[in-house]
């Protein structure tokens, strides 16, 4: 009986130490804090504000989550990059025009697809660790913004495109909807499709997967691929949202910031664990912290040290490696 | 690389920018470039070489190394610190080079700074919030990249002004990294944090963002400072609000040139001219004001050009030689 | 087969083995001589003493910085937090000698607290890693946040007032030859002994499998603490360095640092998953990222082009690097 | 030595529910049990690596409290583990001496002293290497048996006053076996404490004084050899009575050819024929790493195939990767499960459908079907589990073999490649897997099953390919299948054109 009683606690804070309920939890803790010491911080229009600048890190991180659990390594440190890109490009595709819009997406996600490829090439034929890759891709992409555009970006994002993006449906901005679209599809695709199970089977043991009959090198390859057509969309949304781009490096903060939203979202940096709906939460946690530091007036370093101590605390949570001595 | 005595023509100039990453970079070195040209024709100047990269601090040492190697007579820097690169300017100046530092200042008393005072220039804008709130008001500030000179110099001035004002509270100071983005989330915020605001001190492209998520707050009763840059100018005839945009020139650097001109031609600065806070600074004046009683003006100048493009200026050879014996 | 198809004839076969063949440091000493003689063939002058002085002095701390981060990398983890602990030490440093006035023992003082604080970060880096288990990539990058915070807590600004004694220092002389000199000659000194000590070779073990390691009855934590204690001595130095270049205090000194360092043991034929190469290579590979900006200026090449050469320069060296090594771990590793 | 009613749980898995043991020195004492019972757990808390929650363990009638790896090795403890504990990146000398280099007060390496213990040690083993073997050379390189040798060698290296050896000759062959077995007499004879932990039981008896017997986490017996029979340990073992024999019943390979091959030739194969009969098993047989495996690996279209023609039912066909094989119904089933077959972290529900998704005409699936399409096969092998959902790391190692076998059931293969399906299953569990493969072969598959115990390979296969040096040469058929003509057969000695060099 007693036992039973124990057993079941243990179960409960077992479920509650799952990253995606205390992530969760702690953006409802961060919440009641703002409230108490700021009120209206919690109010509906002020999460929504804050949900929307967190959507484009929430897609950003998406990618990089895929990446992360094909395991390997897997890192994409172009991403940042690709945000820029992604606006750059869209922005002078479309020029401002709606009838351009179209055609601007399909360009920004299939030459964001291609870099992804690339990236997956020199990371699976050349052996090159994704860490150095992708960081050499970031550089040649953030080339390319100024190489194609003359270092000077022309155009911005069409009416309607801005007004997918800010415009308000029942008081949403279109943003949202689009980040719940992504979220609901990357879901599906990690846990209910053939590509999913391949990638877990990927990330926990190779040697397995590909005895197992998955196809590993085009896996690879893929799953780069999908991560920066994400960060482009992530960027050409973006554009949607500043209306148009005004600094070749605007995307920039996202590249580590999708990491540590990876890993505060649950999923472990050596691949095989995890998925979305931490990471998901992540993202907004992330947003959430920022917002309430800025709040409180912290000076810069109090944000610094706040920000990298709760850091911290989270990857002592759940981002530890296994222990040696069992 | 020492520069024969008798040299009268044929000058290289070197130009150092550590940063590329916002348009008003790419402008200044543009600039400088267009207004080399007739020199170059008359051969005056040789070559422009330009150094223009994302470095850290020791990076842009390395930059001045290698124009020196290259045997630049003339190096223009735009510093990234304003004393870090004393030592090589020395090196510099020791081997011959004329070094002339634009935009922000360096302390070096071999250098000489031509420059806006970004003091003055915030105080412009400062002044003007106060006087439109009636010296009464709430308001907030979005500042740039903490530590760096130019938002040091921009901070003291626009808090002297306000300091001066008693009916100014100052709700929150944030800095935003001159980022447009960051600067339109980190309004965002502070709307929902203080429903109270009157005004909004903010500069750069930040002041695009800004005044975005004020307008789509809904929030029209608010006095934003702003930018005398294309994108924020279209905005304002978008939304008809009431704004300033004092201009930061990106052609300082081209107004920088024009006084290493003189200077390579042998002549001499006439005494009292150098001042700013290491005496060695030649302030060139602000070139524009935009308010709603110009705007018509200089929105049809500047129609035509893309979102990033700044208002700009810079002193002419005559202008230049005014400061010469 | 590499073997046969490398040994043609004659001399050139000599350097070919000694370049191609064995471990990929040689490669990159291969890669950056080439780079040297490009630049020198457009800039005669680039290889005069003084300007290779000079240049080694802007090239040291990046140097230190991947020299140190090699221990860490060896040892199976990483450091993203290099960046931000030279702006540590730097401001710390500069604190304190700017309170004792800059008189010579303040200066020393200076150098002192400024290594201890390098070494406190380097052991709370370690002991998050080594005894808590912390995944490296997210936790130096967290612990790097925080440097930037103390940094900043510690001097808002840059500035200081630093002398320009400092500058003569680190550009100046000790017993005729250049401090530099003495610098790059202990380097490769100490890479020599670190491949005859055993402690080099407990890392590469912890590195290479750290539960091996751990049953064969290596302090497995030890092992990995010291390497990112190792790493921020040379991190601190480099912090010296980059003072001594600029005389600042800055709290935003090091800017890049963590990155590129990576970038350059990568480039130097250290394998990033651990336990294979040595610091040597990193001399080589943060030179190579060093000669690359050179070459690309001298070269004349555009603005807007040199960032694009920048990067395919970089990517091109690490796939040579990638295949070589493939080739030749070729015909053992099969089993694998 | 002796270890006190140990106890030991993963999470909620129990490895050890309070095991004793103890051990005299000058005797090879066998610990036996089926898979999942604890052995390697036990070797694991003696040396430290794993961290018991409850026992004690001493020495010399010292304890030895809070043991760490560094500890166990000071008090002269040293193991060969099951997995191996080298580092690929360095050379075998420096793995050898790994933690015991002579070094100066500077830390720098006494390489002359070092070089004179290596000899020492290496001077035994000198004859099994390759001639041009050098000890600078890479252990990333080397083979499995050769790793396994080093291994030995480093133990051996600490001369410690206790030995743990857990299944050392898994993957050693025959000589080697021989070689190390000589170096037991020795360290006997030098009243070392060994313990060895096999699941051979000839090699038990051969080599064995006394024997621990466990079952699910404790011992269940221990007697001295002489006094034991195999039934005995086998009852102990399983804790029921069946026969350890087995035979499969009469060949039932009259079908059409399922697969065939000519002229096959790959990395390390050189012109195979082969023909494949529907029923039929096919063992593969000779000495350990003759190129059966690769052999397997070609088959399955991961190792390239260079020259030759493969038929499957009588259409050519060529695969070039595992997908292609599994379209055309192959499937492979390795014994070096953490390695080649396991997903750890995942679920088993995972680990079970992982190749049928890749296979099934639509890319998208509900994981409750999954579940309930699981049913049958999951009977079928008789698979213990908790939920589905939970990792499969959380099986014993019979179970997990079993996921993997029934990854593969669940395609509906025709040709089964097995590769050493039991190398370190029990008693039981391989009893079952031949039984299943039995009902597979009626059921109209054929299996072709490379095997490193010979025993197994002739109660079960129909014919047998021999191997050597990555050729067939000899096929044994009918009354040819016993023991000591594939043995001559392994070694070449009746190689009819003396090709085999
Ligand atoms: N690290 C671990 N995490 C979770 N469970 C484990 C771990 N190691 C072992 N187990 C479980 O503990 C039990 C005993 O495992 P152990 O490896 O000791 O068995 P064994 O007797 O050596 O079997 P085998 O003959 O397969 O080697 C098994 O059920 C196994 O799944
Ligand atoms: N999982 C795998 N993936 C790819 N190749 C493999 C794999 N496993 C083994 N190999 C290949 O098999 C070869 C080793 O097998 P080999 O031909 O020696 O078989 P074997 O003699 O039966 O095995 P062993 O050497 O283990 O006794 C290697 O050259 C390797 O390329
Ligand atoms: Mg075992
Ligand atoms: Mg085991």
């Known amino acids: ?326 | 690389a020492g520069r024969g005595e008798a040299k009268t023509e044929g000058f290289v100039i070197g130009v150092s920018n550590p940063w590329v990453g916002s348009e008003w970079r790419t402008q200044m070195v543009d600039r400088v470039q267009e207004v080399a040209q007739p020199y170059i024709r008359e051969g005056f100047i040789k070559e422009v070489i330009v150094q223009s990269f994302d470095v850290p601090l020791e990076g842009q040492i390395d930059q001045i190394r290698n124009l020196i190697s290259r045997g630049a007579n003339v190096i223009l820097v735009n510093p990234a610190d304003a004393n870090a690169l004393n030592p090589v300017i020395r090196e510099a100046t020791q081997r011959g080079v004329i070094v002339i530092a634009t935009d922000t200042e360096v302390s070096s008393p071999e250098a000489i700074n031509v420059a806006i005072d970004q003091a003055e220039w915030a105080r412009i804008s400062a002044r003007w919030l106060v006087d439109k709130l009636g010296g009464e008001g709430k308001i907030v500030a979005i500042n740039g990249i903490a530590g760096h000179p130019a938002n040091t110099a921009r901070v003291r001035g626009y808090t002297e002004v306000f300091g001066d004002a008693p009916g100014i509270e100052i709700l929150n100071q944030v800095n935003a990294d001159w980022d447009n983005a960051l600067g339109q989330s980190t309004m965002q915020n502070l709307l929902a944090t203080y429903p109270d605001i009157n005004g909004v001190w903010v500069q750069d492209g930040m002041a695009e963002g800004a005044l975005r998520a004020i307008r789509s707050a809904g929030r029209d009763d608010i006095y934003v400072t702003g930018e005398a840059r294309v994108g924020y100018l279209n905005l304002w005839k978008e939304t008809g609000i009431d704004g300033i945009g004092v201009a930061n020139p990106p052609g300082c650097m081209a107004s920088a040139l024009e006084v290493a001109v003189q200077l390579l031609k042998g002549r001499e600065l006439k005494d009292g001219i150098l001042s700013g806070p290491f005496g060695n600074t030649i302030y060139v004046p602000v070139p524009v004001v935009v308010t709603n009683l110009n705007f018509d003006t200089v929105y049809n100048e500047y129609k035509g050009y893309p979102d990033y493009y700044s208002v700009d200026g810079h002193i002419t050879p005559a202008q230049a030689e005014q400061f010469f014996k | 087969m590499v073997k046969q198809f490398f040994s043609l004839s004659g001399v050139t076969a000599g350097a070919k083995r000694f370049f191609l063949k064995g471990e990929v440091w040689r490669l990159s000493l291969l890669v950056m001589i080439a780079l040297a003689a490009v630049i020198t063939a457009v800039q005669p002058n680039y290889i005069m003493p003084y300007n290779l002085l000079v240049k080694l002095r802007t090239w040291l701390p990046l140097v230190l910085a991947a020299y140190g981060q090699t221990f860490v990398i060896l040892g199976g983890g990483i450091d993203l937090s290099v960046g931000t602990m030279i702006a540590l030490v730097n401001v710390t440093a500069v604190e304190i000698m700017a309170a004792g006035g800059f008189s010579g023992p303040s200066i020393l003082l200076g150098f002192l607290c400024g290594i201890a604080a390098g070494l406190a970060a380097g052991a709370v880096n370690g002991f998050c890693v080594a005894y808590l288990r912390f995944q490296p990539i997210i936790t130096t990058f967290a612990t790097g946040i925080i440097w930037t915070g103390l940094a900043l807590w510690i001097r808002p600004e840059s500035g200081g007032g630093v002398p320009m004694e400092l500058y003569d220092l680190y550009s100046g002389n000790f017993l005729f030859l250049p401090l530099v000199v003495w610098a790059l000659a202990a380097l490769f000194g100490l890479s020599w002994l670190l491949k005859k000590s055993s402690f080099g070779v407990h890392l590469k073990a912890v590195g290479g499998n750290a539960p091996a390691a751990f049953e064969t009855g290596l302090p497995v934590a030890r092992i990995r603490l010291s390497s990112y204690m190792i790493c921020s001595v040379f991190v601190s130095l480099a912090s010296f360095c980059i003072l001594g270049e600029t005389i600042t205090g800055n709290p935003y000194a090091g800017q890049g640092y963590d990155l590129e360092s990576i970038s350059a043991v990568a480039l130097g034929g250290t394998s990033l998953a651990g336990g294979i190469g040595g610091p040597l290579g990193s001399i080589f590979g943060a030179a190579i990222l060093k000669l690359v900006n050179d070459a690309i200026f001298f070269l004349g090449i555009p603005v807007n082009f040199q960032r694009l050469m920048q990067g395919l320069i970089l990517v091109g060296a690490l796939a040579a690097g990638g295949l070589l090594s493939k080739k030749n771990r070729g015909n053992g590793k099969d089993e694998e | 030595m002796r270890a006190q009613s140990i106890k030991k749980r993963f999470g909620g898995v129990t490895a050890l529910s309070g095991a004793d043991f103890d051990l005299r020195s000058g005797e090879v004492h066998v610990l036996l049990g089926s898979n999942g019972c604890g052995k390697s757990t036990l070797c694991k808390v003696i040396s430290g690596v794993v961290r018991p929650d409850s026992g004690t363990v001493s020495v010399k009638d010292q304890l030895m409290e809070d043991i760490t790896p560094r500890l166990s090795r000071e008090r002269g403890v040293g193991v060969v583990y099951q997995e191996l504990s080298l580092i690929p990146g360095l050379s075998v000398a420096r793995n050898i001496l790994l933690g015991m280099e002579q070094a100066n007060g500077l830390g720098i390496l006494r390489d002359s002293k070092n070089g004179e213990a290596l000899e020492e040690i290496f001077s035994d083993f000198r004859g099994l290497f390759p001639r041009e073997f050098s000890l600078d050379t890479l252990v990333q390189g080397l083979s499995p048996d050769l790793q396994q040798l080093v291994e030995i060698m480093k133990v051996l290296a600490r001369d410690p006053e206790i030995l743990i050896f857990d299944e050392p000759t898994a993957s050693l062959s025959k000589e080697q076996i021989d070689l190390f077995f000589g170096i037991l007499e020795r360290l006997k004879a030098k009243h070392k404490g060994i313990i060895f932990i096999s699941h051979k039981l000839e090699e038990i008896f051969r080599v064995g004084d006394r024997i621990t017997i466990m079952r699910g986490g404790r011992h269940v017996g221990c007697s001295d050899l002489s006094d034991i029979t195999r039934d005995e340990i086998v009852n102990l073992m399983v804790g029921d009575i069946f026969h350890s024999e087995y035979r499969k019943s009469s060949p039932s390979g009259s079908g059409k050819e399922l697969l065939g091959g000519c002229g096959l030739s790959g990395k390390t194969i050189r012109g195979i024929d082969f023909s494949l009969r529907q029923g039929e098993i096919l063992g593969l047989g000779g000495l350990q790493g003759q190129g059966q495996r690769s052999f397997l690996l070609t088959l399955f279209g991961v190792e390239p195939l260079q020259e030759g023609q493969l038929r499957r039912e009588g259409r050519e066909v060529s695969l070039r990767s595992p997908k292609q094989a599994m379209r055309e119904s192959l499937a492979y089933i390795s014994g070096d499960r953490k390695k080649y077959g396991v997903f750890l972290i995942r679920s088993i529900l995972e680990n079970l459908f992982v190749s049928r998704v890749i296979l099934s005409r639509v890319p998208l699936f509900r994981r409750k079907t999954l579940k309930e399409s699981a049913g049958p096969v999951i009977r079928d092998l008789g698979l213990v589990y908790d939920t589905l959902d939970k990792p499969v790391s959380t099986l014993s190692g019979g179970n997990q073999q079993k996921v993997i076998i029934g990854r593969w059931l669940l395609n509906d293969p025709a040709v089964i490649l097995m590769d050493d399906p039991t190398k370190g299953v029990d008693v039981k569990t391989k009893k079952d897997l031949y039984e299943l493969m039995e009902r597979m072969c009626q059921a109209g598959c054929s299996v072709i099953w490379n095997s490193s115990d010979d025993q197994e390979l002739l109660q079960n296969a129909d014919r047998v390919l021999v191997f050597r040096e990555g050729r067939v040469i000899r096929e044994l058929q009918g009354s040819d299948l016993n023991e000591e003509t594939l043995y001559r057969a392994a070694l070449g000695m009746d190689d009819p054109a003396g090709e085999g060099r």
């Open chain 1, 1 to 326: 009986m007693k036992n039973n009683c124990s057993a079941g606690i243990q179960q409960r804070l077992a479920w509650f130490l799952e990253p995606t309920v205390l992530v969760f939890s702690l953006c409802l803790v961060l919440l009641a804090i703002g409230q108490v010491v700021s009120p209206g911080f919690a109010a509906p229009r002020q999460i929504i504000n804050m949900l929307v600048v967190a959507s484009f890190l929430g897609i950003v991180a998406a990618g990089q989550s895929l990446v992360v659990i094909g395991g390997k390594n897997g890192i994409d440190l172009s991403v940042g990059n690709l945000v820029t890109f992604g606006a750059i490009v869209g922005g002078a595709m479309m020029r401002q025009q709606d009838q351009r819009l179209v055609l601007a997406l399909v360009t920004v996600l299939v030459l964001s697809f291609l870099v992804g490829l690339l990236n997956g090439t020199g990371v699976v034929f050349f052996g090159i660790p994704p860490l150095v890759m992708t960081l050499g891709m970031g550089i040649i992409v953030a080339a390319t913004n100024r190489f194609i555009t003359g270092g000077v970006p022309v155009g911005g994002a069409s009416p309607l495109l801005r007004s997918l993006v800010v415009g308000r449906l029942g008081g949403v901005p279109g943003i949202l909807f689009w980040w719940v679209l992504i979220a609901v599809l990357v879901l599906v695709l990690l846990h209910n499709s053939r590509y999913g199970m391949n990638l877990y089977a990927l990330g926990s043991n190779e040697t397995a997967a590909r005895l197992s009959g998955v196809p590993v090198v085009p896996m690879r390859i893929i799953t780069f691929g999908i991560c920066s057509l994400l960060a482009g969309l992530a960027g050409f949304l973006y554009l949607g949202y500043l209306g148009s781009v005004y600094n070749i490096t605007l995307g920039d903060k996202y590249t580590l910031a999708s990491v540590v939203a990876v890993v505060v979202g649950g999923t472990a940096l050596t691949g095989g664990t995890g998925g979305y709906r931490g990471v998901f939460f992540g993202a907004i946690m992330l947003q959430l912290l920022e917002s309430l530091l800025i709040t409180l007036r912290m000076e810069q370093f109090g944000r610094n040290i706040t920000f990298g101590v709760v850091l911290l605390l989270l990857i002592f949570m759940y981002g530890r490696d296994k222990k040696l001595r069992m």
